[in-house]
């Protein structure tokens, strides 16, 4: 893919739907993953979405990145113990060193088929050099092994 602006897919769902795919990372909130009132931490769902857009980070960048930026979240349900959470990220940029990577949260009822979108963020990652230091995301890597 060319460095631009272009949006290639970025997998949304239908309206109200998660997307029909395979999401990035599934898991379920568990006991440990709650405040003490009993309700799952924002700051648990958020490292979930990280991981998630690191794993597009890692695909597309063949090697090491970091999260530099998160815009434009905002937790539009509660994610309760027991829920199935979704997480599905997508590369919605490239840059020269940076990926703009979109995740979106759903999460299921343990008992129900039905999910609702909880959140979803667009994340920065920039791919890093072997010091940390930003390196084009295209840099050619040496085969593992
Ligand atoms: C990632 C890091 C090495 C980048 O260093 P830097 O000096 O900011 O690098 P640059 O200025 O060259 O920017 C690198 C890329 O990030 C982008 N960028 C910088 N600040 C940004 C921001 N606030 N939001 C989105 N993108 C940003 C730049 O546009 C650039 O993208 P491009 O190469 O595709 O054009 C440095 O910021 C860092 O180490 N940050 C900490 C990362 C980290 O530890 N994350 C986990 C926190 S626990």
């Known amino acids: 893919m060319e460095s631009s602006d272009r949006t290639p897919q970025d997998g949304a769902g239908r309206d109200g739907q998660p997307p029909d795919r395979s999401p990035t990372i599934r898991t379920i909130a568990m006991p440990a993953d709650t405040n003490p009132a009993g309700d799952i931490f924002g700051g648990w769902l958020m490292s979930q979405m990280d991981l998630a857009a690191g794993t597009v980070a890692a695909l597309t960048s063949h090697g090491r990145s970091a999260t530099i930026a998160v815009e434009g979240m905002k937790f539009l349900r509660?994610?309760?113990?027991?829920?199935?959470?979704?997480?599905?990220?997508?590369?919605?940029?490239?840059?020269?060193?940076?990926?703009?990577?979109?995740?979106?949260?759903?999460?299921?009822?343990?008992?129900?088929?039905?999910?609702?979108?909880?959140?979803?963020?667009?994340?920065?990652?920039?791919?890093?050099?072997?010091?940390?230091?930003?390196?084009?995301?295209?840099?050619?890597?040496?085969?593992?092994?």
């Not at 990220?89 to 490239?94: C, E, K, Q």
């Not at 050099?129 to 930003?134: H, L, P, Y």
């Open 78 to 145: 509660p994610v309760k113990v027991g829920d199935e959470v979704s997480l599905f990220a997508d590369l919605v940029r490239l840059g020269r060193s940076s990926m703009q990577i979109r995740v979106q949260a759903w999460r299921r009822q343990r008992e129900h088929a039905g999910s609702e979108k909880v959140t979803e963020a667009v994340f920065t990652f920039v791919a890093l050099d072997a010091e940390g230091r930003a390196r084009p995301v295209r840099q050619p890597t040496a085969a593992p092994g």
